[in-house]
C-alpha cells in the first residue's frame, strides 16, 4: 500500500514540476519575442515621429503598424535580405531583390514574384515610405492624399485601402489591431 502511495506520490509531484517547467520555458519564450517586438518599435517609432514632424505625412502609429504587418517586426526574408520594411516594389537607388509575394484579387489570393526595393538599412526604408505617400507614384502623385488627410489612425488605415496600397481586404483591419494591440496610437500626439 504504501508503495502504491510512493508512486501516486512521485506521479504527481512529477506532473507539478514538469508543468512548472514549461510555464516557466514558455514565459521565457514569450518574454523574449515581448522583448524583440518592443525593440522593433522602438527602433523606429523614434525615426516615423521625426519624419511626420518634418513633413505632415502619414500617422506615426500607422507606419510603425504597416512596418510590423509588412515585415513581421523586421525578422521576415524581404526586411533581412533588403531592408526593406514596407513590402514597395521596384528598385532603391538601382537595387532591388525578387522574391514571391501573396496578392489578391476579388478577395482571392494568389503568388506572383516580383522585384522589391533594397534598402541599405531600415532608416532609408522608412524614409523612402514617407516619400512614397508623400509624393505618390510616377502615375498618380495624389495617390496617398486621403491617407495624408486622415486626422486619426483608423481613417489611416481605411484610406490606405482605398488608396490600393495594398490589395489585401483585410488590411485595414489588421493595421488597427496591431495599432491597438501595441498602443501606437501615443506616437500620434
Known sequence: MSRIKF??????????????????CLGRVLFKDSREELHFIDEIASVSVELNQQTGGMLPSVTIAQAILESGFGKSELAVNANNLFGI?????????????????????????????????????LIDHSKLI???TSWNEHQYYEVLAATNYQEAAYALKNCHYSTDPLYPEKLITIIEQYNLGKYDK
Open 7 to 24: 508512486k501516486k506520490t512521485s506521479i504527481i509531484l512529477l506532473v507539478v514540476i514538469l508543468g512548472i517547467l514549461s510555464v516557466f
Open 89 to 125: 516594389k521596384g528598385r532603391y537607388q538601382g537595387k532591388s531583390v525578387k522574391m514571391p509575394t501573396i496578392e489578391y484579387k476579388n478577395n482571392k489570393s494568389y503568388t506572383i514574384e516580383a522585384e522589391f526595393r533594397a534598402y541599405p538599412d531600415w532608416k532609408n526604408a
Open 134 to 136: 508623400l509624393e505618390g
